[in-house]
């Protein structure tokens, strides 16, 4: 099977623009989470989508937001970029393993706010 | 979600077993212990996770306290490829995709 695909691996942009990051869980896993990863804050929760619908949500402003399709497939998207919104941005789709959830991540979208 | 404790950094020689220690003094009845580390310009991966009971895989071991209070992951051989940061995390066990992470331990492989 293949693994979590993240598009596009880097991205560079200016302060003020916006940016849309796109994943793709691995076939099957209907559950999609994101995550971001700076030096200063480490790994930290955005928000998980399942089945279209966004369940749950971490302490992000508005400004980031995400969406699934029904495929699976899920984008999320940062306006106004701020210099700290620079970091990784990871993707995960999950697995139940018969009494909890493996994660699968994605190797990130490298994002760098100029 | 309940919090973890676990050491900044550890160092291990090659081909020897590695212990990490994490501890989670308020875990509740039911957290699972879960365990994913992230090699160097990785996304984090799966490691093993366990409830009460000892688990075993092809990875690692887990030892779990018999309070819960603590654990441990057990790498039986180090190799060069086990150098990354170590994170112990602690889910319910339906629902809630959400993992929430520490600052995890980063480990180091002598060689």
């Known amino acids: 099977k293949a693994g979590v695909t993240q598009t596009p691996r880097y991205l560079i942009k200016t302060r003020g623009q916006q940016v849309t990051l796109s994943c793709s869980p691995i076939s099957g896993h209907r559950s999609v989470s994101w995550y971001q990863q700076t030096p200063g804050q480490g790994l930290q929760f955005l928000f998980e989508y399942f089945s279209e619908t966004q369940r749950n949500k971490g302490n992000f402003p508005g400004r980031f937001s995400g969406r699934q399709f029904s495929n699976s497939r899920s984008e999320m998207n940062v306006s106004t970029l701020e210099l700290g919104d620079s970091a990784l941005y990871l993707c995960a789709s999950s697995l139940f393993l018969g009494s909890t959830y493996e994660q699968y991540f994605g190797p990130g979208t490298r994002l760098t706010v100029t | 979600d309940a919090k973890t404790t676990q050491p900044n950094s550890m160092e291990s020689n090659e081909e020897e077993p590695v212990h990490l220690p994490c501890n989670h003094s308020t875990i509740s009845g039911t957290d699972y212990i879960h365990w994913y580390r992230q090699l160097p310009s990785q996304g984090p991966e799966y490691v093993i996770h366990?409830?009460?009971s000892n688990v075993n895989n092809r990875m690692a071991s887990l030892a779990i306290a018999e309070d819960r209070k603590s654990s441990t992951l057990i790498l039986h051989r180090a190799t060069l490829r086990d150098a990354a940061v170590y994170y112990c995390?602690?889910?319910?066990?339906?629902?809630?995709?959400?993992?929430?992470f520490g600052t995890g331990t980063r480990l180091t492989i002598i060689p």
């Open positions: 995390i602690l889910r319910r066990n339906f629902g809630n995709e959400k993992l929430t």
């Open positions: 366990g409830l009460t």
